[in-house]
């Protein structure tokens, strides 16, 4: 195959982007290095655009000239927090960015896309949550998901595109240290942040109905995920339209677990700090994850032991890096 990543040089992009090339397929990486980096992906072809600013003309005709059959999508914005504050910038890069390459694929004729997007579109749903769970997103990040996946449902109606969109749950650790999420934006980079600074990992909340009365969350491999994305560009369906697939390994761990192997793993004395609920949190949360295996086969392969421990290693290179600067 010939595959354009955008945000390939990212932190699930860049694993991804590796994999395909490992495989022995062409890869174009086009990511405007806001968040991601180059150093991740330094022997790929690259090209610097923001994607979500009248870039189809642009998209089409490097589709065009690299001959491109296929496109792996997940260049974004993907703070909650941020998207509160600046909810028309995210609909504008989010929404935006998968309209601009629609546009381009369409022109170009190039009709497999594999879309990034995420189980926030859920909401507060809480269990073992299937893909035809109701959507009902509780920030703007998680709206632009949805309507990104529904832009993407649209455009398969109207011409011959075969997609594919796949909601993630918890995604963490590192295929290699050098690849590792360089931003503390969860529950393991934020645990390490504390950690490092001699403070208490915090946890929100211990009287829920869960075993140990702390929230249960599905935590994914990145390597997992990446390897998600290649099996499903694979199986996409020979009809046109959009595929929801959820990405997750189908068991819940808890965040007490969570912080304890984190804390484990880093050497750390330190005791949590159980502080209140947050508004919004649901109990339990786990992905249904029988649709992508019955499609692809594929199934998660790693523990949470080996994104902890992984995660860790990246941190632990980042620093060193750091240090050498």
Request: charged share 20%.
């Amino acid at each position: 195959m010939r595959v354009m990543v955008t945000g390939g040089a990212g932190y699930i992009g860049a694993h991804t982007s590796r994999l395909l090339v490992e495989r022995g397929d062409y890869v174009l990486v086009v990511d405007d290095l806001v968040t991601g980096s180059r150093d991740r992906i330094p022997e790929l072809p690259l090209v610097s655009v923001n994607i979500a600013n009248g870039s189809a003309g642009q998209l089409e005709s490097l589709m065009r000239e690299h001959r491109i059959d296929s496109v792996i999508h997940f260049a974004g914005k993907k703070q909650v927090a941020e998207s509160v504050e600046k909810p028309a910038w995210y609909y504008e890069q989010n929404v935006g960015s998968v309209a601009q390459l629609l546009l381009a694929m369409e022109a170009a004729h190039v009709s497999n896309l594999v879309f990034s997007s995420s189980a926030a579109v859920y909401g507060e749903a809480s269990g073992a949550i299937a893909e035809d769970a109701p959507t009902y997103p509780i920030n703007p990040y998680g709206a632009t998901k949805l309507v990104g996946e529904q832009l993407v449902a649209a455009s398969a109606n109207a011409w011959p595109l075969r997609a594919a969109s796949l909601r993630y749950f918890n995604v963490g650790g590192a295929g290699s240290p050098e690849l590792g999420d360089t931003q503390a934006l969860n529950l393991i980079p934020i645990c390490f942040e504390q950690i490092a600074a001699n403070k208490a990992p915090l946890i929100f909340g211990d009287d829920y109905d869960t075993l140990d009365g702390t929230c249960v969350r599905d935590y994914v491999h990145v390597s997992d995920v990446a390897e998600a994305h290649l099996a499903v560009l694979d199986a996409l369906p020979k009809e046109p339209g959009n595929t929801v697939l959820n990405i997750g390994t189908g068991i819940g761990t808890s965040v007490r677990e969570m912080v304890d192997s984190i804390l484990h793993v880093s050497g750390s004395a330190l005791e949590p700090l159980v502080l209140e609920r947050r508004s919004g949190d649901p109990a339990a949360v786990v992905g249904g994850v029988e649709s992508i295996r019955e499609l692809t086969g594929w199934s998660a392969r790693y523990t949470v032991s080996d994104i902890v421990k992984s995660a860790w290693e990246s941190r632990q290179y980042f620093e060193r890096v750091s240090a050498q600067i």
